[in-house]
């Protein structure tokens, strides 16, 4: 779970110097949560549809 947090909190840097987009999409709260919730969702989406080896193989590529 430390790990969630530590990725929304870089992602959350990287907005705040512009160098990833952010969009609100209607949220309220900052941009912590934000980078948390796309996160948590992105990860759930991952795992939904890919087994380990190939998440492990986007990672490398990505």
């Known amino acids: 779970m ?3 947090f530590a990725v ?4 959350t840097m990287l907005t ?7 969009s609100h999409l209607g949220m309220p709260g900052s ?3 934000h ?3 796309y996160t948590v969702v992105l990860g ?3 795992t939904a549809f890919f087994d380990l ?10």
């Open 2 to 4: 430390p790990g969630i």
């Open 44 to 46: 759930l989406v991952l």
């Open 8 to 11: 929304s909190r870089m992602l």
């Open 53 to 62: 080896s190939r998440i492990a193989a986007l990672g490398i590529v990505f």
């Open 35 to 37: 980078t948390l919730v």
């Open 16 to 22: 705040e110097m512009k160098l990833v987009p952010h």
């Open 31 to 33: 941009i912590q949560k």
